[in-house]
């Protein structure tokens, strides 16, 4: 194990793939999920397995104890952070905006907004250098959403991503002198459950054709873009939103 990365929700999707990759490059991973115990579970078998090292946290990153209780567990087990991956994120069915009522709206910004937040607060604690830390990288998974506004579907996850990218640019230059590096990625249509949670399994298919490459992607290609932002590779790359879209 040379370093350690956190990668929220972890059990499924782009960070189930983020978390096997950034493993099989020689970090301890620990795997947050919120509610699938035998998913993230899964995924840390499956990282022992091929003699990595893992373990697994339940937290919800919406909540600023559990993400405090989250940190800490880590600092028992690894004793050390170098790199946060700001994965979890959640939408809703998708609806028009003059449906959305105010329960919707801060489910959505607490997991995506506020949980990024608080994850950067504890990860800046124990990496900047002011703070004595070793310094490390942050990346956080925005959204094509960001750019396109998803409207008739999740306008409100849409902003929810763009304040990730305000976030990625404001703490890359908040903290770029005390040896973290804040990145972002922007994930086009990429298969996972995410699109059956908002209530349309078939979203990809059915939107291939309006991607240049003409298909969605795989959670394998967003994690290999983000274990590279992790790694001395991308030593220079500091406040980058980096689409991962196949030109969408
Ligand atoms: P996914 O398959 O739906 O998986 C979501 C993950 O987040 C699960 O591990 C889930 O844990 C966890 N999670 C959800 N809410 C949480 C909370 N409050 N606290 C802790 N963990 C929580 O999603 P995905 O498609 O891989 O998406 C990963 C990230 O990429 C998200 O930020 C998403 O917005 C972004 N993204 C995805 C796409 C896409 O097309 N897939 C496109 C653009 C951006 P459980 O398993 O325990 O439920």
Request: with cysteine; net charge neutral.
């Amino acid at each position: 194990m040379d370093k350690v990365v956190l990668i929220t929700g972890g059990s499924r999707g782009i960070g189930a793939a983020t978390a096997r990759l950034s493993a099989a490059r020689g970090y301890g991973v620990c795997v947050n999920y919120l509610g699938n115990r035998d998913a993230a579970e899964g995924v840390v078998q499956e990282i022992m397995a091929a003699g990595g090292e893992a373990f697994a946290v339940q937290a919800d990153v919406s909540l600023d104890a559990d993400v405090t209780r989250l940190f800490e567990r880590i600092d028992t087990r690894f004793g050390r952070l170098d790199a946060l991956v700001n994965n979890a994120g959640m939408l809703e069915s998708q609806m028009r905006v003059e449906q959305m009522d105010g329960g919707r709206l801060s489910r959505v910004f607490a997991t995506n907004v506020t949980g990024s937040f608080l994850c950067c607060r504890e990860a800046v604690r124990r990496m900047s250098t002011a703070h004595g830390g070793r310094g490390g990288a942050i990346v956080n998974l925005s959204s094509a959403a960001s750019r396109l506004g998803s409207a008739g579907e999740y306008v409100d996850y849409a902003a929810a991503k763009a304040a990730i990218d305000t976030l990625t640019i404001g703490l890359a230059r908040e903290v770029g002198g005390e040896g973290i590096r804040v990145n972002a990625v922007r994930p086009g249509l990429i298969h996972t459950d995410i699109h059956a949670i908002g209530g349309e399994p078939g979203r990809v298919q059915r939107l291939a054709e309006s991607i240049p490459m003409k298909r969605g992607g795989d959670a394998g290609e967003v994690a290999a873009t983000i274990v590279w932002l992790l790694s001395s590779e991308a030593s220079y790359v500091n406040g980058a939103i980096v689409d991962v879209t196949g030109g969408r």
